[in-house]
């Protein structure tokens, strides 16, 4: 009598030390940390009893500091309303309401749609489309141009000693000083346009970058390098052969934290000379009180910034594979392959459908059907 295997054992250990999360459980707290905080702002916003400091007027009644449309505080409207029934005049009555400066989460949701469909207020004024294409370019340059330089000279510093002697000190000087300090410099030599938005860029990424990348070529393992010297590697070949190869799927992953900062440079840099961007965007928006769209456009950084990083770690796998060895599917990756997998089926019964053999028609016989003639 063959005995039946005990049932698998539930992982309820939610706390293990470096332990890889189930795909279910990585999955639903990935979605967990987006919405514990849409919940606090919806409670916020939502609950009258919990926050609401100001008072939305409907009705003015007979209180003269009172106009309908107008938010007042609490202590304010209720000190005049006990006034006012004191002198024996009707009360005023209104809702509360939260500051225009915090509105609420389906309000900049319409923002995210409004903010693109309506025209600037005023003409020659850009729409938000194209600031944000503007940011795009000026973030791309300062990233590009960074990299271009930071990238082999922090592979040179973590490589020899030599080099890493000659700039790092410098280096770490340098990368204590603010990049929005040389914001006036920059304007002064480059001009009031791109070109020194660009720079606060590269001066806040680069000198980071050379640092980072230099402390991971530096983590290369020893005996890597041994090994190649043993087999009488030259230095170049120990460089481009064992050094580099060794290390750049690191380098990969540094250069993706690495431009998130540059895109926390962006908005010191926009507002260096001339205005531009989707700096120009927020200021013009929180000028004219639209907070709804001050928060789409704060939000659409976050979501642009998120939305590179995963598309550059859906790259890294592509291009390192072993990378993806003994590791769970991320929250996005998870939720990307849940949105197209009703797609790859309708695409896959599509295919069957189309490929399977044609019902034989009444009005056309076979071929075997057919008698032979005479």
Same mark, same amino acid.
């Given at each position: 009598?063959?005995?039946?295997?005990?049932?698998?054992?539930?992982?309820?250990?939610?706390?293990?030390?470096?332990?890889?999360?189930?795909?279910?459980?990585?999955?639903?707290?990935? $979605?967990?940390?987006?919405?514990?905080?849409?919940?606090?702002?919806?409670?916020?916003?939502?609950?009258?009893?919990?926050?609401?400091?100001? #008072?939305?007027?409907?009705?003015?009644?007979?209180?003269?500091?009172?106009?309908?449309?107008?938010?007042?505080?609490?202590?304010?409207?209720?000190?005049?309303?006990?006034?006012? #029934?004191?002198?024996?005049? $009707?009360?005023?009555?209104?809702?509360?309401?939260?500051?225009?400066?915090?509105?609420?989460?389906?309000?900049?949701?319409?923002?995210?749609?409004?903010?693109?469909?309506?025209?600037?207020?005023?003409?020659?004024?850009?729409?938000?489309?194209?600031?944000?294409?503007?940011?795009?370019?000026?973030?791309?340059?300062?990233?590009?141009?960074?990299?271009? #330089?930071?990238?082999?000279?922090?592979?040179?510093?973590?490589?020899?000693?030599?080099?890493?002697?000659?700039?790092?000190?410098? %280096?770490?000087?340098?990368?204590?000083?603010?990049?929005? $300090?040389?914001?006036?410099?920059?304007?002064?030599?480059?001009?009031?346009?791109?070109?020194?938005?660009?720079?606060?860029?590269?001066?806040?990424?680069?000198?980071?970058? #050379?640092?980072?990348?230099?402390?991971?070529?530096?983590?290369?393992?020893?005996?890597?390098?041994?090994?190649? /010297?043993?087999?009488?590697?030259?230095?170049?070949?120990?460089?481009?052969?064992?050094? %580099?190869?060794?290390?750049?799927?690191? %380098?990969?992953?540094?250069?993706?934290?690495?431009?998130?900062?540059?895109?926390?440079?962006?908005?010191?840099?926009?507002?260096?000379?001339?205005?531009?961007?989707?700096?120009?965007?927020?200021? /013009?928006?929180?000028?004219?009180?639209?907070?709804?769209?001050?928060?789409?456009?704060?939000?659409?950084?976050?979501?642009?910034?998120?939305?590179?990083?995963?598309?550059?770690?859906?790259?890294?796998?592509?291009?390192?594979?072993?990378?993806?060895?003994?590791?769970?599917?991320?929250?996005?990756?998870?939720? %990307?392959?849940?949105?197209?997998?009703?797609?790859?089926?309708?695409?896959?019964?599509?295919?069957?459908?189309?490929?399977?053999?044609?019902?034989?028609?009444?009005?056309?016989?076979?071929?075997?059907?057919?008698?032979?003639? $005479?």
């Amino acid at each position: 009598m063959a005995l039946s295997s005990p049932p698998p054992k539930r992982d309820s250990d939610f706390l293990g030390l470096k332990k890889e999360l189930p795909p279910r459980r990585n999955w639903l707290l990935g $979605a967990a940390s987006f919405l514990l905080p849409l919940v606090l702002w919806a409670i916020v916003s939502y609950v009258p009893w919990l926050w609401h400091p100001l #008072v939305h007027v409907i009705d003015a009644g007979e209180v003269e500091m009172f106009s309908e449309g107008m938010d007042l505080p609490r202590a304010d409207f209720d000190r005049a309303n006990a006034q006012a #029934v004191a002198e024996g005049l $009707a009360p005023g009555s209104g809702t509360r309401v939260n500051p225009v400066y915090l509105p609420a989460p389906h309000e900049v949701a319409r923002a995210f749609y409004t903010a693109f469909t309506t025209p600037p207020r005023l003409p020659g004024e850009p729409w938000l489309h194209q600031s944000l294409w503007h940011s795009i370019k000026v973030i791309a340059s300062g990233f590009l141009l960074s990299s271009l #330089v930071g990238v082999p000279l922090g592979i040179l510093c973590g490589s020899f000693r030599f080099f890493s002697r000659l700039h790092e000190p410098f %280096i770490e000087f340098f990368r204590y000083l603010p990049a929005p $300090a040389f914001g006036a410099l920059c304007v002064a030599m480059l001009g009031i346009h791109d070109a020194p938005k660009v720079a606060i860029i590269f001066i806040g990424t680069f000198f980071q970058q #050379v640092l980072v990348i230099a402390n991971t070529v530096r983590k290369v393992d020893p005996g890597l390098i041994e090994a190649a /010297q043993t087999l009488g590697a030259s230095r170049r070949k120990l460089v481009t052969r064992v050094i %580099i190869p060794s290390s750049i799927p690191e %380098i990969f992953t540094d250069m993706r934290i690495l431009l998130g900062w540059a895109w926390t440079y962006l908005i010191v840099a926009e507002i260096i000379g001339a205005t531009s961007g989707l700096t120009w965007f927020i200021n /013009q928006q929180a000028r004219y009180r639209n907070f709804d769209n001050v928060y789409a456009a704060i939000c659409l950084i976050g979501f642009i910034g998120l939305g590179t990083d995963i598309l550059l770690a859906k790259l890294g796998t592509m291009i390192f594979p072993w990378r993806r060895r003994n590791r769970g599917p991320s929250f996005l990756g998870s939720l %990307i392959s849940r949105l197209i997998k009703p797609l790859k089926k309708s695409i896959h019964t599509a295919g069957s459908t189309a490929s399977a053999p044609a019902p034989p028609s009444k009005t056309s016989p076979a071929a075997s059907d057919i008698p032979p003639s $005479a």
